[in-house]
């Protein structure tokens, strides 16, 4: 095969799909290369928290940058829907990150303020006004910051709703398609190598997540992003438990359709073993068990992994290479690829369309530390 | 336990979950039981065609009773998706009926005739209309008779709305109970035993499909339904192959949300045996590579089976035991369950609080033969 | 379907399957007849330790039939193996039935005395000893006692190996052939039927498990047998952990092929619900942590669930039905179905051969209460 | 992580762990790398034919490497079975390598002179013998080359028995560790990149199968090897269909413990995509019913693939990288993987060793075109 593309995205992840769909809808000729599935790494694996307010605690351009990706959601789900025979499952119900002693209170409650000084929505629940909205939560607990807008949504469905959209819109998928090489020529970059040829491109996106740090060493980037495993697993009940996403330091569980509830995730830093461990559940029903106790009685459905990138400074890459003419870099989105994946698409098509006027925050250039010579100082 | 109901239903897939439902919402105090879990049967194995014009080709009281409950799920989907976290995945894209030879298309062509008498719609297209709508079906093929309002849904996700609906409403479910007997005195039932205990109620109904007839035989009735098996199984696809249903004598490829096309259903008469057999793979991939060829390169994904209940003379079971006070039945739905669930569940309740008016022709009194002292000529 | 048998077996377990192996072997024309899958139950789901002096903790007659028994298997299990291509993966390697206190281990070491009174294997680790032979157990426990007699089986692959061992003698197997009632003149038995026909025989035995009461309930019998339910789960290692049974208070864990390891077991009694909970699981992932720390690095395989059939006096039934001619039953073996198949097989073959001669103390009659009249009184 | 090895074997399919099983009898210090997990790939999707006469239809290098590997594994796999915990399943009842027509007819008969006269045993089956030794093989077949000493295997338990006896004798697993690169100084090899940092070692053994061309590729090496894409299923039976492997053109049959039958295998050249296809199963189905027609009955299981490297000149690659010191492949066993294991294991650990005497026909040296420049040349 020798095609030749506009662009070439290295990863099918949701933010890989994300940035095919928007390219695809300004016109472009763009195709999608995953070593394995769609979705099928942490895109797939993830609880679908759109926690813009939960995850991100400090103001700032993340903080913004979720926001704004967040808000995207609300017209791009019914799109996506109606593009593809995908039910995203999205649900608005908010996030209740809870306290379980006095200096977790405090914490959150600064956290509200500053949040409401952002002009974002958050409020301090009692454990009595908890309770009343979530009976079955642990009256242990102190009370929780509520964040309505924080909604979910099916990751794997979402993610694969972007890919399909994408061929809707005319992109092209190649499944287990593993790109081991850039075709690079004078700094520029002229297209990728896989195991099965060459595909030509003007443009080409690395998009891979964890694995973005590995296909980079190609072109003398050690990119300082690192594998962060985390283990999850769901079980059904009968009556819903809980209405809104409780969110705890070290555990969360979600409520899924039809009586699902998902609960994650552990933390294992640089780790890409896809393993479930028996430690790793064993702290998982430990602390899930302490948030809403009547989960003791619902049925065990299965448990899995996901390898997350976490990036040195917490700020995900986007923007073009350092060093490469036409290669961009899209990763490092760590706990929040579901809820950036609009934004990432939006921006990462803005950058190649060359419209981006004002200054961006997630460029490459933040990091001196990125040059070749540095390579290994990060794990 | 020893519980008293209003009414108890023995048996939950779609019809019992339904009928829990409506009598839920009329205030009765039931309760479903299953001797497994919920949907675990033919409810959960069905492809989910909603096809009154498909499947009955002769006016009459079935034929009619489908093309309300049809219509029923117009209001009845969005109201069992607000009362759970269940998504129905509803389509409604219509069915083409096709016809492989002349004989089949003149079948057809009357067909579509009897059906526009009787005020449904109902189309010829030729060939070549055909492949127009849906271009990835044989030519080969004759043309197809397309019926716009048979829609589709997912068979177990809506059976699991019908329970959790009722749930929700009140009913209780009780999964793995098996109920050996009921309680009778003097041709007057008050309740059932179980594996463990007893449960009394008002009104028992029996709603158990295929092995309606086993549960039925302790009050000496013997009921002549016959368990038919049938085979299915899945694929996936990329991009949409067909939008419609494609139904052919003895094969059916019904597409489903996120690219999958269920295909059914092998036809294995006198049978509870649950295995999928090499066999039944074998004639269903030939005859679904017939309707369309293009499937050859779907992916494969699984195979499952059902064992449908058949009535003695076509018709369900829909009403009181011909002997005893307070048992009903509503068994002998065949491959038309899914589609019949809205009305049972609404005749059913109706005959329990003495509602109907009209005679009902799917009262148990149509057979003389139903008498202990036939047992085992149907079989 | 109307055949005539010598015997037919009621459930396809492994003591129904081991009964019909030794009577194919002894000439007879028998039949297996099981609602689902052959061992798709409790014997499917146990653990496998061949448990004779752990499990059984007093001297009399099911201990000596238990050491029966599992000496049977020394000659049994190649036999099986030659006859069919089932590997059972027998492994003689003991027993450690730990103390976690002072008081467990006089318990334990007065049991060690009795039963090297009673000439069977057993002698006293302290924790030093126990862990220079098994190095990962936890040095918090007190010592074990060491059974080396008591080795364990793939339960699942031996009930298999019972069943295609009988077909190959000329047994036959009817999956998915529910037995509603028994074919009854003046108390005698004559057959069973089934929702597909009757099928007739001369004797026919119930080894139906935590099902028998119910199926018995036809003859006005209610053997007092409960259900008790138990989850399960396996995990995964690199390098083997334990070289035999680790065996506790509420837990075990147990070696298989191949790197996996089964812990067992939860106690639910009066249920026959199949579902794995997240209690369950969490309260067996706790006990196995205490016992073999280490195993936190184990990779989770996943869980299940087993039925067992415990008996008012904790004897089986073995013998004749107490007032129908020609009906047996073999039912109540708990814990160690398993471990007594091999006598059970040989004991209900000799009492149907009207061989016995001395005393058997599993039979029915030891029950007064066995009548109808009693019905409800143990649930 | 910075470890130091006497030798890294790059992929933990059956030949890799084979070479670290035999390296670490000999007293290295050997890990083997995966990017996955253990058999994984086309090792653990093999059905476990050691067809040294049915693969391989000349005499020459590769017979005589696959009759010595074949005879190996009587020693071998008692040794293994005695180190590890896992059964293996060798099975020694021959292959049936059938003829169609008179055509096949006499090239098998052809073939049996000629292996004849290299002292291995074969000999001509009419279909009327045939049938007497297998009677379920279709009887519209012409007859079959009978290949007594072509057993089979249980092909993931076997690469597992390799990897834990390697473990056993001291080597160490790394699953999930992608190799990314050499660590290359003066065409000398000092060790490996992974995603996690470098491992280092005297010596460097690249068994990746097919994805062998890829990491070579970073040493400017493009081995001429293609992904060869292979589609299985498998069914289950009551009773023994067939005690040998039933092999043909384009299908084999070959039956497992506990009633198992695997059905290979399609063949999709230059392909790594591992998804099961409906036509690639309707193929085999097709094939199988033709070879032994009362397989329709059997009860469906599952399907899966592999992806096997096809070598250009069909030798495998055995030896030391043409221009790389400490660098060796063993890859491009195409469908005799799990056969040549032995010999691979043993070759691969004489040639570091350097014991080596007489010319090894599988070195790279035989191919001229393997220099860089003439990449893409095969693909």
């Not at 695809?24 to 694996?45: E, F, N, P, Y």
């Not at 967040?70 to 593009?83: G, K, N, V």
């Not at 699902?260 to 294992?268: H, S």
């Amino acid at each position: 095969m020798r095609k030749i593309f506009d662009a070439l995205i290295v990863g099918g992840g949701i933010n890989g799909s994300s940035i095919a769909f928007q390219l695809a809808k300004r016109g472009c000729k763009v195709a999608v290369l995953d070593k394995g599935k769609i979705a099928g790494k942490a895109s797939g694996a993830a609880a679908g928290i759109l926690g813009a307010q939960t995850e991100l605690t400090e103001d700032g351009p993340l903080f913004q940058l979720a926001c704004k990706s967040r808000s995207m959601y609300q017209s791009l789900i019914p799109e996506l829907e109606d593009l593809t025979q995908v039910h995203i499952g999205y649900q608005n119900k908010g996030v209740y990150k809870v306290a379980a002693n006095k200096e977790e209170e405090l914490v959150l409650k600064r956290l509200i303020e500053s949040q409401q000084k952002a002009d974002e929505q958050a409020e301090w629940f009692t454990i009595d006004d908890l309770i009343k909205r979530e009976p079955f939560v642990s009256n242990k607990l102190r009370g929780a910051m509520y964040i309505p807008n924080d909604g979910q949504v099916q990751a794997y469905e979402l993610s694969l709703a972007f890919a399909k959209a994408s061929i809707t819109l005319g992109a092209e998928i190649y499944e287990y398609t593993h790109v081991s090489d850039f075709i690079l020529k004078e700094k520029k970059v002229y297209g990728v190598r896989t195991g099965l040829g060459e595909l030509l491109a003007d443009s080409v996106i690395v998009a891979s997540g964890a694995w973005s740090r590995e296909i980079l060493e190609r072109t003398g980037l050690s990119l300082p992003i690192i594998p962060v495993k985390g283990e999850c697993f769901s079980v059904k009940i009968e009556k819903p438990l809980v209405q809104g996403t409780i969110f705890s330091h070290g555990c969360y569980i979600v409520p899924k359709q039809s009586g699902r509830l998902v609960v994650g995730a552990t933390v294992k830093i640089n780790s890409f073993d896809e393993k479930v461990t028996f430690g790793g559940i064993s702290l998982l029903i430990e602390k899930a068990q302490n948030l809403v106790p009547e989960i003791a009685h619902a049925e065990w459905e299965g448990a899995w992994t996901g390898i997350r990138p976490q990036s040195a400074d917490g700020l995900p890459f986007l923007g073009q290479h350092p060093a490469c003419e036409g290669l961009y870099i899209a990763a490092g989105h760590f706990r929040n690829g579901i809820l950036l994946a609009p934004a990432t698409g939006e921006l990462m098509a803005d950058i190649l369309e060359g419209k981006t006027e004002q200054p961006n925050p997630f460029e490459l250039s933040r990091l001196e530390c990125l040059v070749h010579s540095s390579k290994g100082v990060l794990l």
